[in-house]
């Protein structure tokens, strides 16, 4: 994958103590098991976020997804850390996982490319078995799901997409709980972003004012946290697909 092949993170989240509540209707409602197992109990599997080893889990990136009436807008920074070191300039944070339907990514690289491969595999499967596509209930659940089992538990997405019942961003925590919101941030940077957004964001916003809010945003984070910077991604989520624009210069989304 361009931009972050063998650097070691996306940047720091905290990890909630608490797990959002799932229906014996889900298609991907987990199987509870025993408590420490990967399908255990909300403490989640043993190897947590914050007992992730040196290099692996860093402080650091912005992430932000807005909702609109007519989509989704999804923007991050493009710096990749190890350690102390800027390992990239081109970082790739937006990932698409469905034809209207893509991540923002915080956390381990490794981890990270491995959740949106499972997930593309795991859309593909369920639209052949169904004859049907996935909805962003659905996948927000898979990916809450898949975060849960314990082998991608050092990314925190932000999941953005476009149904039939409209568009839709989901915080998902790296211990599988899903919420859905009208705008997020995650990240170091992730307290400017929500400034920004705070203040900008009112229903009935249009796709441009919500790029608009989301560069700011990040622009905001990037001016001001030292782990965010060297450009910014900029995603425009509708029924016809996901684009996604790159900014070398941060400005130049504004």
Do not use: C, W
Request: glycine fraction near 14%.
């Amino acid at each position: 994958m361009n931009g972050f092949d063998g650097f070691d993170d996306f940047g720091g989240f905290d990890t909630p103590s608490s797990i959002h509540g799932r229906t014996d209707e889900d298609p991907y409602a987990p199987e509870l098991g025993p408590p420490g197992t990967a399908g255990g109990d909300a403490g989640g599997p043993a190897r947590n976020a914050g007992e992730a080893g040196d290099g692996e889990l860093k402080t650091g990136t912005t992430t932000v997804g807005i909702r609109t009436d007519d989509g989704v807008v999804l923007a991050t920074d493009m710096r990749a850390s190890a350690g102390n070191l800027v390992a990239s300039k081109q970082a790739e944070k937006i990932l698409e996982v469905h034809p209207t339907a893509a991540l923002t990514i915080s956390g381990g690289v490794s981890a990270a490319q491995s959740l949106v491969r499972s997930l593309k595999a795991e859309v593909r499967l369920y639209e052949t078995r169904r004859d049907e596509e996935m909805s962003m209930q659905a996948l927000s659940t898979l990916t809450g799901n898949l975060l849960r089992s314990g082998a991608f538990f050092i990314v925190h997405p932000i999941l953005g997409g476009v149904d039939s019942e409209g568009g839709h961003v989901y915080n998902i925590f790296p211990d599988g709980s899903v919420m859905e919101e009208e705008y997020f941030a995650t990240g170091s940077g992730s307290p400017f972003a929500l400034g920004v957004l705070e203040s900008s964001y009112e229903e009935g916003l249009s796709v441009e004012e919500a790029r608009d809010a989301a560069a700011r945003g990040v622009n905001s984070a990037i001016e001001r946290d030292t782990a965010s910077g060297n450009g910014m991604l900029l995603s425009t989520i509708t029924d016809d697909g996901v684009e996604i624009e790159r900014y070398e210069q941060p400005s130049e989304a504004l």
